[in-house]
């Protein structure tokens, strides 16, 4: 997972983080996210992480318990076979069996693939934060898409 990150972070804009983390850091961030009742997943083929997606607190005040980010990161190799579709829909149905009402993704760059994505798993646009990243010289906006969890907004959780 260290490595498919460091990939990302080093030549895309799906992260706007500027320096890979370290293997420390990325099991630290799986640890918290785990201990903290959220689902990591990866995808596994020839007995080798291809990608790997997680959820974890949208914000972190209470109000917010019931929403949720999600974040997938497929190894560059595997892109276009369907890694990330499987891992996100495995994901949201690990949100609804956790009693998660609502799931956001902040897709940096506004990444057609991404948007794609999501779109294809009933997420819908909500909207635009325009220049705020900074990465390889340039300004990236980031794009909102949600979608319901189980009884979404219909009931009280």
């Known amino acids: 997972m260290q490595a498919i990150y460091a990939h990302h ?11 890979p983390p370290d293997l420390e ?8 996210l785990v201990s903290g009742g959220y689902p990591h997943l990866a995808a596994v083929a020839g007995g080798e992480v291809v990608g790997y997606a997680y959820a974890g607190a949208y914000r972190p005040r209470p109000a917010y318990r019931h929403a949720v980010e999600d974040s997938i990161y497929v190894h560059a190799a595997h892109h276009g076979r369907g890694i990330g579709r499987a891992l996100l829909a495995l994901l949201i149905d690990e949100c609804e069996r956790r009693g998660f009402r609502q799931m956001i993704a902040v ?4 990444l057609p693939a991404s948007i794609a994505l999501h779109r294809a798993a009933g997420f819908e646009h909500v909207g635009r ?3 705020v990243g900074h990465k390889f010289g340039r300004w990236c906006d980031t794009t909102l898409m949600q979608r319901p969890l189980g009884a979404g907004d219909d009931t009280p959780p």
């Open 129 to 131: 934060l325009r220049a």
């Open 9 to 19: 972070v080093l030549t895309g804009t799906a992260s706007f983080e500027l320096e």
């Open 25 to 32: 850091e990325i099991s630290r961030r799986w640890s918290a």
């Open 107 to 110: 897709i940096g760059d506004n």
